[in-house]
């Protein structure tokens, strides 16, 4: 009798195990239900734009390094050694190129020669949307995400770019970028209508290198960066006391700095124009992660492309109409 139930407890035991087992493998098959695999992929993106729009489309697939934080001029930048590290370990590399990251082309041929898939998110804009295309240097303007239609190219790349390296999970990619695309579809629009409601006379955005273009070409803005397209270039005093003349004969009441440029040059214009400040603009990085700002009842997140975009366009409404 005392065998007996020693045997029927050993059973017991036995068939708790494989029913534990059976549970756990299950639960590991409900935890990656739609994902074919549990390696994640190891990207790599320059910019917070690019990496704001790669995060939203790679989601929980992706493991993601962003080289160049809030605030920082990619115009200027310097590779470091631990972004030679980064770049040596990722599986996908975006970058924005039209030479915005000029200082680190050489470290992204080095990766293509070794196999990494690197991609240009620019690379499938077409050339005659690019600002300064054909002219005689023919260094395009890189700052293309000013324009949200046109950055939704970008989305393009992007999205191809995982489905190549991960054709598993295509659905899931796409169905993430599709859900990124409506924000911007949205986002496009309401900043066309709230641009409008600046009075056609006061249309002139000046900031202190000309990294709006896209965006005042896309909603009806002139625009003068008085350090022309790349921070690394120097203005003179004739570009500040040319700009000086030309906000007194529009009598422009607000000039705007940026997060990644030093606001020097916008405070001797201001000082000798008599005008006034009217804020920070985001211009080559998003701004800094978990700021939360509230313009007429809606909040959004700065660290966003689209909370870059809407804190612009808000700044840019509220001192100039």
Known sequence: MMMKRRTILRRAVLVGLMGAISLLLGSCGEESTGEASSDKLNVVATTTMIGDMVRAVGGDRIELTVLMGPGVDP???????????????????FYNGLLLEGQMSSLFDQANERGKPVHAVVAGISHDKLIGAGQENDHPDPHVWGDVELWRTALVEVVNAFVDADAANATQYQARADAYDTQLVALHEWAKKRMAE???????????????????????????????ISTASQAGVADVAN???????????????????????????????????????????????????????????????????????????????
């Open 75 to 93: 115009h200027l930048y310097k590779p470091r050694p631990s972004d030679r590290s980064a770049l040596s370990k990722a599986d996908l590399i």
């Open 198 to 228: 600046v009075p056609e006379k006061k249309r002139l955005l000046v900031t202190s290198h000309d990294a709006f273009s896209y965006f005042g070409r896309a909603y009806g803005f002139e625009v003068l960066g008085i350090q022309g």
């Open 243 to 321: 700009t000086v003349d030309l906000l007194k004969k529009r009598g422009i009441s607000a000039i705007f700095t940026e997060n990644s440029v030093s606001p020097d040059l916008i405070n001797a214009v201001k000082r000798d124009a008599g005008v006034k400040v009217g804020g920070e603009l985001f211009s080559d990085s998003t701004g800094a992660k978990g700021v939360m700002e509230t313009v007429g009842g809606e909040t959004y997140d700065v660290s966003t492309y689209v909370g870059m975009i809407k804190h612009n366009v808000n700044t840019i409404v509220e001192h100039l109409k």
